[in-house]
């Protein structure tokens, strides 16, 4: 079975692993903010530890944080814990990225950030977002921070110019699931070294070494991953999945879409490991991105969907972490494209304000697209380890269906 996620491992990562040392995790850093053009870059063990120290560094606390209401739950996980308010914010239907003129009807007095969310790896249009925030400021007489969450983007690009450096700092997420891994693990890059040395400075004083224990069972987990995503045994995997309760037990900890609460290992430092195997991910970065860009493009051109499908859109600049599309019988389609050996997706399953520990925070609004985008999205393979047969494939099997 085709998997609808598959990291880009090969060999060299279990031998960068093996190869860690003390200086492993600030090596990444900086090869991380060469390779994104930014003056530092701090390592976290998730991307939602970084959002949350950020806020934590720069007191900011019982504020209000602009945030999409169509993203991942953990980013308003990490505003909640860091005791801040979300102010949710619906997107559109086009590149399903928060719509830029309720940005504008959000701000309040009490508004001290935003998160420009370049979901799906598309590109905010950061020029407005900034001219917002600008205006914004000069309202409320305050510093309004924007933070780029480039979880999915990564490097997107907008009128050429990367996402990453168009605000005060940008966010990653570097689990299995993103265009680049160090299995888990998270990054904030900032422009402004003064800042950087702050948000440094609070994660040297309060985050923990990882246990030896933990750098064991982070092997373990790494070698699993190889015949988990090798797609002759995936059938089962995905049975597994589908059909029985073993891999959601594994996995809970760190998928909590429900609940306002963090993994247990929240406060941990990046593992040696896990620095050394995102270095050999930033050396494949360019190839990556250049995979899942041509197979977009491909099936842009050639997929012939069925009526009421909407097909995203291929965008200048995108990274396309994700090919999502929305169609009308979400649980048929993934049963039958199942059925012909590939997984699609239910990404994003929930619109973040309509969740129950969320319901509090939204007085009198109702976010429509979001609701829809939860209720219908799927998403088809765009991994780079796929080869020209699979796409194939996956194009074929798609236009076959009524
Ligand atoms: C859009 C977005 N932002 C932020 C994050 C946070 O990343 P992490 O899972 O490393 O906390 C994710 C994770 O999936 C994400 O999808």
């Known amino acids: ?42 390592a976290f063990p998730y991307g939602r530890s970084a959002l949350w120290a950020f806020f934590k560094a720069l007191d900011i606390e019982g504020k209000e944080i602009i945030q999409p209401a169509y993203t991942c739950s953990v980013v308003a996980h990490a505003t909640v814990l860091s005791q801040n308010i979300p102010v949710f914010v619906d997107n559109n239907l086009y590149d399903y990225n928060m719509q830029i003129d309720a940005i504008r009807n959000a701000v309040t007095p009490q508004t001290h950030a935003i998160i420009p969310t370049h979901l799906y ?118 049975w597994l999945q589908e059909s029985t309760p073993f891999l959601n037990r594994l996995t809970k900890a760190f998928h909590l879409d429900e609940e306002i609460r963090f993994p247990p290992d929240y406060l941990d430092c990046m593992l040696p490991s896990e620095a050394e195997v995102g270095m050999t991910q930033l050396g494949k970065y360019a190839a990556i991105i250049r995979r899942r860009r041509q197979i977009a493009q491909n099936y842009h051109e050639s997929l012939k969907v069925p009526q009421g499908w909407k097909l995203p859109p291929l965008v200048d600049g995108a990274t396309y972490s994700h090919y999502a599309i929305r169609v009308p019988e979400r649980e048929k389609t993934i049963r039958i494209l199942a059925s012909h050996g590939i997984q699609a997706g239910r990404v994003i399953e929930y619109s973040i304000p309509h969740l129950k520990g969320y319901q509090s925070f939204v007085v009198g609004s109702d976010f429509p697209n979001a609701y829809l985008c939860s209720e219908s999205m799927i998403n088809l393979p765009i991994h780079p380890s796929l080869n020209d047969g699979q796409v194939e494939r996956i194009i074929e099997t798609v236009n076959t269906l009524k």
Request: net charge positive.
């Open 121 to 238: 790896g598309y590109p905010m249009d950061i020029d407005t977002i900034r001219t917002i925030v600008e205006e914004a400021e000069e309202k409320v007489g305050h510093k309004i921070w924007i933070i780029q969450d480039c979880a999915h983007s990564f490097s997107a690009a907008y009128g050429g110019r990367s996402v990453i450096n168009a605000g005060d700092c940008a966010l990653f997420g570097l689990g299995i699931s993103k265009l680049i891994s160090s299995i888990f693990g998270g990054m904030i890059t900032f422009e402004d070294q003064t800042l950087a040395r702050k948000v440094r400075a609070f994660r040297d004083a309060q985050f923990y070494s990882g246990h030896w224990l933990k750098t064991l069972k982070r092997f373990a987990y790494l070698l699993a991953l190889y015949p988990a995503f090798n797609d002759t045994f995936y059938g089962f995997v995905y």
């Open 1 to 42: 079975m085709i998997p609808r996620l598959k990291p880009y491992f090969s060999g060299k990562e279990i031998i960068s692993f093996l190869h860690a040392g003390l200086s492993s995790v600030a090596r990444f850093e900086k090869a991380f903010a060469l390779q994104f053009q930014c003056s530092d870059a701090i």
